[in-house]
């Protein structure tokens, strides 16, 4: 789920910074450099050189009309179904379809009961804000999803997910028991699906305390930087 437009902000109206934007700050850079580096070096059409500020059309598309199908279906399928993006070939589409229903398998595997997150929520306490994707019901206990489209499973997915949107539901809905959380990867160039359980509370503790560190570091960087 995408951030508001305007902004997390306090009731004071103050702005915050949001989850993602804290763990991007400090998190793992290698796979973002790793492309730069290869586009650079790739030739553009006839062998001149490509233009790197130019829009590029990949096959990442794939995992991200996956991401949106898994969206529609959290939502409970009442608006149109998603449509492939224009860019996406046939081949391609077929995949994404792939992809989907082998998250479908999982969830009927699972008796796992996703529900849609669509409000923004805020910690007053801590001030930042965050909007997970969604909440995923099983028989027994309840979990904090997140549907991601990456290469691999990083240490800020645990960062972001397991630490901050948890702190948010506990300070906003101190009534529930969360038990862990659930993060469903897609490929970006393949139809493949896996899923991260963590329901370790020990694990979870520590995601929570290293986040709150990076809150607080998240600021001291932003004063820093802004003395140069």
């Not at 409970?76 to 996406?88: D, F, Q, T, Y």
């Not at 997910?161 to 969360?178: C, H, Q, R, S, T």
Request: hydrophobic share 35%; charged share 30%.
């Amino acid at each position: 789920m995408a951030r508001p437009k305007s902004g997390y902000r306090l009731k004071n109206g103050s702005k915050v910074p949001g989850v993602t934007t804290i763990t991007s700050r400090f998190g793992d850079k290698e796979a973002l450099i790793g492309w730069s580096y290869n586009r650079g070096y790739e030739d553009g059409e006839n062998g001149a050189p490509r233009n790197r500020f130019a829009k590029v059309e990949t096959e990442a598309d794939v995992g991200t009309y996956v991401h949106e199908l898994v969206q529609w279906q959290a939502e409970g399928c009442e608006r149109e179904r998603p449509i492939p993006p224009e860019a996406l070939k046939p081949e391609n589409i077929a995949r994404g379809e792939q992809g989907f229903e082998q998250f479908q398998r999982w969830v009927e595997q699972t008796r796992a009961k996703i529900i849609s997150w669509e409000e923004p929520l805020v910690s007053e306490k801590y001030a930042f804000g965050g909007t997970p994707d969604g909440i995923m019901e099983f028989p027994d206990y309840a979990d904090v999803g997140d549907w991601k489209t990456s290469k691999r499973f990083y240490p800020e997915n645990l960062l972001q997910v397991g630490g901050g949107y948890i702190l948010l539901i506990e300070e906003n809905f101190p009534d529930w028991k969360i038990g862990g959380i659930q993060i469903v990867r897609f490929g970006k160039d393949a139809a493949m699906f896996t899923h991260q359980s963590i329901n370790d509370k020990k694990l979870i503790d520590i995601a929570k305390r290293q986040f709150l560190r990076l809150r607080e570091a998240y600021e001291d960087d932003r004063y820093i930087q802004g003395l140069f």
